[in-house]
């Protein structure tokens, strides 16, 4: 059974920071590129950031570039996203993803999702 479960999310002050963690389970981690979207009430699931594998190779959305940092944990079958400077903007569900294609934004291409976890930021 495939699990992708995200944590981490929680209420913030503008300007703080926090760090989401994505576990999975259930497919061979190693083979697959994760992905983080959010989406914030009302609007699209939006691309934040992406991890390939094996070069390990990052790629952001233009608005969090420079703030958020996204990492691998292949022992752990975890991925993490750091997040600082937060922003009221930046408030929404965050979601994990999993893709075999490598550094893709577009969610048609990703194949595994999780339920997402919330983050707020107050201003």
């Known amino acids: 059974e495939v699990r992708v479960v995200e944590s981490g999310g929680g209420l913030v002050q503008a300007g703080g920071s926090l760090r989401l963690s994505c576990a999975a389970s259930g497919f061979t981690f190693d083979d697959y590129a994760i992905g983080w979207f959010r989406q914030a009430p009302g609007k699209e699931r939006d691309f934040v950031s992406c991890?390939?594998?094996?070069?390990?190779?990052?790629y952001y959305e233009d608005s969090v570039q420079g703030r958020f940092t996204i990492s691998r944990d292949n022992a752990k079958n975890t991925v993490y996203l750091q997040m600082n400077s937060l922003k009221p903007e930046d408030t929404a569900v965050y979601y994990c993803a999993a893709n075999f294609r490598g550094i893709v934004s577009y969610k048609s291409a990703y194949d595994y999702w999780g339920q997402g976890t919330q983050v707020t930021v107050s201003s």
């Open positions: 991890i390939s594998e094996p070069d390990r190779f990052t």
